[in-house]
């Protein structure tokens, strides 16, 4: 099976490691891999502000670069999410790239739904020996419906000591340039989520988006939080070497 990595603006700047890790998962199951340079931003800050106009040259780029692609497997599901929902309106008005966009969001994937919806795989003889628990981002929970294979993948992991995360479905209070234009509320609900973490006592706080982990891992780190952040990609790819 071949399949494109589509690494998305935070994990190419922030998070290069977590493209590495779910490289290094997906090689492990026989996938062969390529990264289309042509690739860039889907678009997605530009396109929940409203600015569809400037948006418009850069998910053009994005059809240019997977239009060849078997699938196209990313690690957050906001970028996905943005993809699935904008594009087709964007383009409603040219058929030729509204069936380019229609084409791009039929193999399109979040790295943990790939795993287990197209590889078919759920055990992937992983071992993490930590109290885990797990944080639902909106985009992943509301719009995809991916927290299934989160929780699929994560219940195959030997020695694991999951816990379930209080309200887990409550948003972490980054929401994009919402975090920017209503600062207070953003870290009344980054706190309330923090509280809910620790109340775990988890060793490691493990999600799907990664603008989600970033802005967890700030609070964390502001209240001297010992508590690791990390993307399931990264987990996975620890507990297979272990």
């Known amino acids: 099976m071949k399949a494109s990595i589509f690494i998305t603006c935070i994990c190419d700047s922030m998070y290069p490691h977590v493209g590495e890790s779910m490289v290094r998962v997906l090689e492990r199951l026989g996938v062969t891999l390529d990264f289309p340079p042509e690739q860039t931003c889907c678009g997605q800050p530009a396109l929940s502000s409203g600015y569809w106009d400037y948006a418009k040259p850069v998910a053009e780029t994005m059809l240019t670069a997977f239009k060849n692609s078997e699938y196209v497997v990313a690690p957050a599901g906001s970028c996905i999410t943005a993809i699935k929902e904008y594009y087709p309106v964007l383009f409603e008005k040219d058929p030729d790239q509204y069936?380019?966009?229609?084409?791009?969001?039929?193999?399109?994937?979040?790295?943990?739904?790939?795993?287990?919806?197209?590889?078919?795989?759920?055990?992937?003889?992983?071992?993490?020996?930590?109290?885990?628990?797990?944080?639902?981002?909106?985009?992943?929970?509301?719009?995809?419906?991916?927290?299934?294979?989160?929780?699929?993948?994560?219940k195959n992991v030997r020695e694991i000591d999951y816990v379930q995360l209080p309200h887990e479905e409550a948003c972490c209070g980054f929401g994009g340039t919402f975090s920017v234009k209503l600062p207070e509320i953003s870290e009344a609900m980054v706190d309330e989520k923090v509280r809910n973490i620790l109340e775990t006592k988890a060793d490691v706080l493990i999600g799907t988006d990664l603008s989600c982990l970033m802005n967890i891992t700030g609070r964390l780190q502001k209240q001297k939080a010992n508590v690791r952040v990390m993307h399931v990609a990264e987990l996975l790819d620890e507990g297979m070497r272990t």
């Open 99 to 154: 069936r380019q966009a229609k084409e791009l969001i039929g193999k399109l994937y979040e790295f943990s739904e790939f795993v287990v919806k197209v590889l078919k795989k759920e055990d992937l003889g992983a071992r993490f020996s930590h109290r885990v628990t797990y944080h639902s981002s909106c985009h992943a929970r509301r719009f995809l419906n991916t927290d299934e294979y989160v929780h699929a993948l994560l």
